[in-house]
């Protein structure tokens, strides 16, 4: 349902119209006159169950704002999609909804022509919707242990993949024993059960991969342009590639998205001002590279790189060779481990690296810690504080002004359930079959204080996926890979395996033909918005390199 309210008849007669003629074989369009008739409307849906998708609202009626209704809206129905109607003089009403009620979209009157400038801003408000609507849900069961290693990879899998399911706790929901009692599938956990009723235990990402119908093999032997991970830089260059014409094969070794597809809201990306998650930016972003003709596998890992010029071979961990001429490495980086006893033994099960948006749930009314000080610390700290009854930000620095961006930092100070403490490290990580306890050490008093704690999410440092690549192209001492001016030595001579008199192109590494992007490339800007223009100037290097050599 579409709900449109605006107390001018004539408006809400063409809002409506438009909406119908766009909408309405998919989408039940009402209109309301005011923002009395509006919450009737919105009383009578709720009775019934149902979900309104969208809120076209105009700010300016004579009994409530427009914002006013939207904050009395969304706290009934916090999911539907927000735009709001203003006048020209009316845009600083529209940038303070932004902020009071996550607004979507504002939209000057008047929209004509509504092809141009209102369709397509509801059309990707309203996938956005459905994308993550969950009507009575009769789909694929998870039943595990709350907190645990295996449980957490299945979740995580399945959520990273954009795939809707239904966790059960065996410890807490009677029907996960019934669940696993009539699977007959014995004690291994978790226990995965597909609507067609089959049924895995403890499955590997591999398995979820091959039930799911996930492509995991390559059509073709030969591609123009193989690019080795799907995060923003990698997808960025899908796009471009696949749109121009090359023959375009991406991998991944878990899902789409990388790093930052985990991210529960990227609120500095150019374009969005009330923000996106990294798992819409993932999904619109895999759409449009497959629109494009671009192939995606995943989880497909890639172990070796080889040269027979002027060809690249990659080599997968099934044994599988595909042959590239231009080869793009985009494999992003994942955060350091925790350097502190019981790091390993936790991980998984209270210890997560990164966002692990999968556990939110999990961490209602709990003391949740945050292990560092850059965005995506304060990006996890923000959304896990709408779950936890209380956050802690643990910074080794002396404050959080050197490594996050100031808008967060704003944000954290006005979260009240947000603490951040400085000059603290964790030393020890201890409990029983989960994280129980952990250790923080204050550099400033020199104490060692132990706390409860069952979920810490760590976001420290971060090392680069290029193991695989050792003996082929070179590296920097931590792993990142060189490219262009950085090849070249103080003398200006160029690495010994450089075939070609030329110098590198600019993201080019030292095998003529092969180019990194993004997060695993030497002295990139660890930042979204840089790692999807890195992807997207490497594909006009590639077209370079194929033109001139």
Known sequence: MILAVDDDPQ??????????????????????SSAADALKILDSL???????????????????????????????????????????????????????VRLDYYLLKPWDPPHERLFPVLDDLLSDWLATYRPAYDGIIVA??????????????????????????????????TVIADAQAGAALPLVRFPDGSVLTAPTDTELARHLGLATTASRPHYE??????????LAAGVYAASEGLSTLMLDSRAPGGQAGTS??????????????????????????????????????????????????????????????TVLLATGVSYNRLQAPGADRFEGAGLYYGAATTESSACISQHVFIVGGANSAGQA?????????????????????????????????????????????VTALDGGEHLERITLHDADTGEDREVPARFMFTFIGARPHTDWLSGVVERDEY???????DLIANGGELPAEWSLERAPYPLETSVPGVFAAGDVRAHSVKRVASGVGEGAMAVSLIHRYRSMG
């Open 11 to 32: 408006v809400l007669r063409a809002v409506r119209r438009d909406l119908r003629s766009a909408y309405g074989d998919r989408y039940r369009v009402l209109g309301a």
């Open 46 to 100: 709720d009775e019934r169950g149902h979900d309104p998708a969208l809120f076209l609202v105009d700010q300016r009626m004579p009994d409530v704002t427009g914002v006013e209704f939207l904050l009395e809206a969304v706290s009934r129905f916090p999911d539907a999609r927000r735009v709001l109607l203003t006048a020209y003089a009316e845009t600083d009403a529209a940038i303070t909804a932004i902020n009071r």
């Open 144 to 177: 595990g242990h709350l907190v645990s290693p295996g449980t957490h990879a299945v979740r995580d899998f399945f959520t990273r993949n954009g795939q809707p399911f239904r966790f059960l706790n065996v410890e807490r929901d009677p029907e996960a024993l």
């Open 225 to 234: 342009c193989v690019i080795v991970g799907a995060g923003p830089a990698g």
């Open 264 to 325: 529960s809201l990227i609120e500095n990306y150019l374009g969005f001002p009330s923000g996106l998650s990294g798992g819409d930016l993932t999904r619109r972003a895999t759409i449009q590279a497959s629109r494009f003709g671009a192939e995606i596998l995943h989880p497909v890992e890639v172990v070796s790189l080889t040269r027979d010029d002027p060809a690249k071979i990659l080599t997968l961990a099934d044994g599988t060779e595909i042959s590239a001429e």
């Open 381 to 425: 700290a923000v959304h896990f504080a709408k779950y936890a009854a209380r956050v802690t930000i643990l910074v080794r620095a002396a404050s959080l002004d050197a490594s996050m961006s100031r808008y967060l930092i704003d944000e954290i100070e006005r979260t009240p359930n947000i603490e951040v403490r400085v000059r603290t490290t």
């Open 479 to 485: 792993g990142f890979v060189l490219t262009g001016s």
